[in-house]
């Protein structure tokens, strides 16, 4: 079983995207049993709040339900548990190192660190582009799912683990 906790600030844009635009690309893949896939936030401002209606809609016109998902707050506890932590812009990194006390393991990335255009995915709930948004998160998800399979670390629909 792979881990993957994607990581932004506040889990109702960037995070909750990337977390179910991953989960749709691994349902599509036949890998869905092979994967553990949430998101969280590294503030607590919106602890316990929605994804954000404007993402929500972003995602639904992709075909892409969040229904159900609520922020919450990445915790020390949450290295140990995920093998991938995702951030979507370094800034998170910054945040996620101080709540792990560190990576030792090497566990913390940029979601965009696996892409051909390493880069932060500037936050939707600012400049108001979620399409830009969608658009990077997808190209992350992608260029991390296909990281994944070169390195043999998902198979035919038969689980793995790490």
């Not at 932590?85 to 945040?95: C, D, G, P, Q, V």
């Amino acid at each position: 079983m792979i881990k993957v906790l994607f990581v932004c600030l506040g889990n109702i844009c960037r995070s909750p995207m990337a977390e179910f635009i991953f989960r749709d690309m691994v349902q599509k893949r036949g890998l869905a049993g092979q994967f553990r896939i949430a998101s969280a936030a590294t503030s607590r401002e919106e602890i316990g709040n929605p994804v954000y209606p404007p993402a929500q809609r972003k995602l639904r016109e992709h075909g892409i339900d969040p229904s159900g998902k609520r922020a919450r707050q990445m915790t020390g506890r949450d290295y140990e548990e995920y093998d991938y932590l995702l951030a979507a812009e370094r800034r998170n990194i910054t945040n996620m190192l101080r709540i792990t006390g560190g990576d030792p393991q090497h566990k913390i990335r940029r979601l965009l660190d696996y892409s051909d255009r390493p880069r932060d995915i500037d936050d939707p709930w600012y400049s108001g582009d979620f399409e830009t948004a969608y658009r990077d998160i997808t190209e992350g998800c992608a260029a991390f799912l296909d990281y994944l399979q070169r390195e043999g670390l998902t198979g035919n629909g038969k689980e793995k683990e790490k």
